[in-house]
């Protein structure tokens, strides 16, 4: 019971109520806002940060639109009051984040939180917006304590730090939401990360705990740096950082040699994917070449891994790639199959985006006209072999 707002005190009897035993989700869930349609970080800011294209908003209409939400699959997710968010983050810094969100924190306690950077901008929703992110994933695994899969698209803010802003992360939502499920009493976490980036932030929080088990694939050399492949956190984390160009059939050699091993050796109790779609080849802030394909083929190798799975979003930065690959990992958690051709609906909310400034080109048309990309497949390149094989021998 971490009381996440009073939209999470209405949730049905059996999910939150201590006298009546939770019983598992009957179907999968899905965990959206309206907070990400009307909010950017900064359309103002003077380099147009990457978060200021829409992103949750699309998969939400794209899912409406093909059908696949529905109310009785669809929850909003609650602010989470800054109580809550104590149970990692640092008072003073929840504090400071709301009051520069009122235009009241000085310049000075910006500087100390890491806020009003070109990174973590202040924008107006800025404590709303992070804690609404914070509060669905915390809803999600209270939902999530007898068993099920929930999908989080607005979750996956993996470089929050306790008591600073890191890498457009104000608040580190997986970290909360296996906070959560540690106390809903459940044991043995395992978080897997596919996004770009290494979560440094994740790691921060659990290296060195025997009962979580960290797995992360991303781009070698790149911002924050850490990660690398020798850097085991204590033991628990296995860092798999892989050169530009990174494609599908390289994803499936890291899947099967490193992913799924340690997690069935490990045998978690609850499994959270971090599920960033900036490794897509269309992704503006990174040079990796997957195709969403390899989303959907880590999703579905995952959903049968643990008895509870919390799929959330993360980095993506272009609209049309990473709204068509999270609409199609909530088709394969939620059962719908994916049309080879887009209804006119679907296509509709793909025609109505746009870069939101900044001069990049257009999308190609099949990334108006279909969910699911070509493949990317190609050869696995030697020092991804070895590196794998570095990894196995721990
Ligand atoms: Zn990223």
């Known amino acids: 019971m971490i009381g996440v707002s009073e939209e999470a005190e209405r949730a049905p009897p059996g999910v939150r109520s201590p006298a009546a035993p939770p019983s598992p989700l009957d179907q999968p869930i899905f965990i ?15 380099l147009r940060h990457p978060l200021r294209v829409p992103r949750v908003s699309t998969v939400m209409d794209l899912a409406r639109a093909m059908g696949w939400l529905s109310p009785a699959n669809y929850r909003g997710a609650p602010r989470a009051k800054p109580a809550a968010l104590h149970i990692w983050h640092d008072p003073e ?5 709301q009051a520069a969100e009122a235009g009241l924190a000085a310049p000075g306690t910006l500087a100390a939180f890491g806020l009003g950077t070109l990174s973590n901008p202040v924008f107006p929703e800025m404590f709303r917006r992070p804690a609404t992110g914070a509060g669905g994933v915390m809803l999600a695994a209270e939902l999530l304590r007898a068993g099920g899969c929930v999908h989080v698209p607005g979750g996956g803010t993996h470089h929050g730090l306790p008591d600073r802003a890191n890498g457009f992360c104000y608040l580190n939502d997986p970290v909360l939401g296996m906070l959560v499920l540690r106390r809903a009493g459940l044991r043995r976490i395992a978080y897997v990360d596919i996004d770009a980036h290494h979560p440094d932030g994740v790691e921060h929080a659990f290296a060195g705990d025997p009962e979580a088990l960290l797995i992360s694939v991303h781009e070698e050399g790149r911002w924050p740096f850490t990660g690398t492949l020798d850097a085991d956190g204590g033991g628990n984390c296995f860092n798999l950082p892989v050169p530009r160009g990174f494609n599908d059939t390289e994803m499936r050699a890291a899947l099967e040699g ?11 109790e609850a499994l959270v994917l971090q599920c ?12 990796l070449s997957l195709s969403n394909n390899a989303h959907f083929e880590v999703v579905t190798a995952l959903r049968p891994v643990a008895p509870r799975f919390l799929v959330l979003g993360g980095g993506g930065y272009n609209p049309w790639s990473v709204g068509r690959c999270w609409a199609g990992v909530w088709a394969v958690l939620s059962g719908h199959e994916i049309p080879d051709r887009l209804p006119a609906s679907a296509r509709s909310v793909l025609e109505a985006l746009d870069w939101v ?12 006209e279909t969910l699911r990309d070509p493949p990317r497949e190609g050869p696995v390149r030697p020092e991804i072999r070895e590196r794998l094989a ?3 021998r721990r």
């Open 357 to 368: 400034g900044g001069g990049r080109p257009p999308p190609a048309a099949a990334m108006i």
């Open 258 to 268: 490193l992913i799924l091993p340690r997690l069935a050796a490990f045998r978690p």
């Open 276 to 287: 960033g779609a900036d490794a897509l080849d269309e992704d503006p802030l990174s040079r």
């Open 390 to 392: 570095r990894l196995a």
């Open 93 to 97: 810094y929840v504090a400071a984040l």
């Open 32 to 46: 959206g806002s309206e907070i990400y349609r009307g909010s950017s970080y900064g359309l103002r800011h003077p």
